[in-house]
């Protein structure tokens, strides 16, 4: 690398660096919605994953819990995931954190 690149990249850093300390709003503004896109990602990531065993469209037949109830909350939701609820399996490193935020979004919406 010569030096001019070198500076260019100390330069970004710098900028980074400095937008990062005072934009304040960025981390504010972070928490979007639910978008349709992404309630659409969750119920592919349950279709393929969750479906065989919760049933069609979170709607249990009875032999594991109805999604559609569960009101813990999105941490003990990561958790179970994580750590599995026997004979559930862990799915601990099977999702990207998109995957996950779209599956919560899905699991705890209330359409069908
Ligand atoms: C092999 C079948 C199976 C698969 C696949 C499965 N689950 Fe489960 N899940 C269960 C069973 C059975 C329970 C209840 C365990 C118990 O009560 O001991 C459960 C419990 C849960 C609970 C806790 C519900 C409550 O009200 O306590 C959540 C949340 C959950 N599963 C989410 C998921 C998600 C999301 C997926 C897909 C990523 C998934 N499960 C895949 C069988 C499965």
Redesign the pocket.
């Known amino acids: 690398m010569n030096v001019s690149a070198y500076s260019i990249v100390a330069l970004c850093a710098g900028a980074l660096f400095y937008f990062g300390a005072t934009s304040h709003w960025v981390e504010a503004s972070s928490a979007e919605p639910q978008s349709a896109e992404q309630l659409a990602q969750g119920q592919r ?2 279709d393929d ?2 479906q ?3 049933g069609r469209s979170r709607i249990s037949d009875g ?3 109805d ?1 559609r ?2 009101s813990r909350g999105e941490e003990a ?1 990561r958790t ?2 994580a750590e599995g ?5 862990s ?1 601990e490193g099977e999702f990207s954190e998109d995957e996950i935020v779209a ?1 919560w979004s899905y ?1 705890s919406s209330a359409g069908e």
């Open positions: 990531v349950y994953n969750c065989v065993c919760h032999s594991t819990p999604l109830q569960f939701f179970m995931l609820f026997y004979p559930m399996p799915f599956l699991v």
